[in-house]
């Protein structure tokens, strides 16, 4: 089975937790929660989650500074901060200091959901640059194949999706399924295994 996009929820108020969970499990994500700002920061860093949904005002630890320890840990996981009406200018704060978006409570839920769609998007199209930014390391060739290799939509799995997975993410399951499928075509397969060895490449010359 192919592994859903992982997305914490972060709030100290559970029913708010248990709503989310619903909404975005029935989207067709993995969604775990936590309703202590300290269990959420523990949480992060064991299950490394593509999406962190964070309530910005909590006891104990305010949510900025559970995002800085999100940006300290992994830049690259998306997090929108979920916050009232009397808190806008902490949320424009969290924004310059990483976060992906914020939403206002009560939720727009049409809003919220195409949000979620585009941070899990925008996480992909982060990995994208990083590897695209590595040309200094590639060939004329390597680097004409990397432009080659149209972007990704934020509903489907293309061949960069399951290059980050492999790679960065790794979730070999993802890219043994996505290998299996009679709809994939041969070329991408192919194409695959030649992304495979170029990102390999830049791996061990960076280690260098």
């Known amino acids: 089975m192919v592994k859903d996009p992982t997305i914490l929820v972060i709030d100290d108020d559970e029913e708010i937790c248990g709503f989310l969970k619903d909404l975005l499990t ?3 994500y993995t969604v775990i929660t936590a309703s202590d700002p ?3 920061s523990k949480k992060v860093e064991e299950l490394r989650p593509d999406l962190v949904l964070l309530d910005l005002k909590m006891p104990k630890m305010d949510g900025v500074e559970v995002l800085r320890q999100i940006k300290k840990l992994d830049e690259t996981i998306a997090v ?4 009232g009406y009397g808190t806008m200018e902490s949320a424009t704060a ?8 914020y939403i206002t409570k009560p939720f727009d839920l049409a809003h919220l959901k195409a949000l979620v769609k585009e941070a899990l998007a925008h996480r992909i ?3 994208l640059e990083a590897l695209k930014s590595a040309r200094e390391l590639l060939s004329e060739d390597e680097t004409a194949f990397l432009d080659s290799i149209p972007e990704c939509r934020p509903e489907g799995a293309c061949l960069w999706e399951v290059a980050v997975r492999a790679f960065l993410l790794g979730d070999a399951q993802f890219v043994t399924v996505w290998m299996e499928r009679a709809s994939i075509p041969e070329e991408d397969k192919k194409n695959l295994e030649r992304l495979s060895q170029i ?3 830049i791996i061990r010359k960076r280690r260098r």
């Open 80 to 83: 929108i901060i979920m916050t």
């Open 94 to 101: 969290a924004m310059r200091l990483g976060a992906f978006d």
């Open 125 to 127: 199209g982060g990995f």
């Open 26 to 28: 029935a989207e067709g």
């Open 38 to 40: 300290e269990e959420g």
């Open 199 to 201: 990102v390999i490449g």
